[in-house]
């Protein structure tokens, strides 16, 4: 089995070095607020419900209608279309049912954070626009 082979307790070790040496969580402290405020600002879409996030995991719950909390119907297409939009804009992220998860590499730059919700935006630019166009978003 995995547990306890010596190999992989090595290659453990070898990461929390690197981890140490390269001051990851240090550098995730510095960065994780940038992150968290883009986060909050994905709720003035008018797809985003909420967004919750801690350090630099984010979620945000998508909504048919926002005013009322409406979400969408289980296995609208409109989910996988955001998906699929953010494939088309080079962002990947995955839909837990109602909502978005993302969770970026932990090296991640605050330009590259800012450079992600933009994506994030555009992709969900685009599946809203869809969704209206079939109506079903007011």
Known sequence: TYAG?????????????????????????????????????MEQHPMVHSSRGVGLIGAIELVQDKATGKTFEAGSSVLARV????????????????TLAVSPPLIITETQIDELF???TRSLDMAHADARAAGLMP
Not at 12 to 41: C, N, S
Not at 89 to 95: A, D, E, K, Q
Request: charged share 30%; aromatic share 6%; proline share 4%.
């Open 83 to 98: 998906v699929s939009a953010g494939f088309e804009v080079g962002l990947i992220c995955r839909s837990l049912r109602d």
């Open 5 to 41: 082979h010596p190999v992989c307790a090595a290659v453990a070790l070898e990461t929390i070095q690197i981890y140490e040496d390269r001051d990851i969580v240090g550098h995730v402290r510095r960065v994780a607020p940038h992150f968290q405020r883009r986060l909050k600002a």
């Open 118 to 120: 933009d994506k994030m």
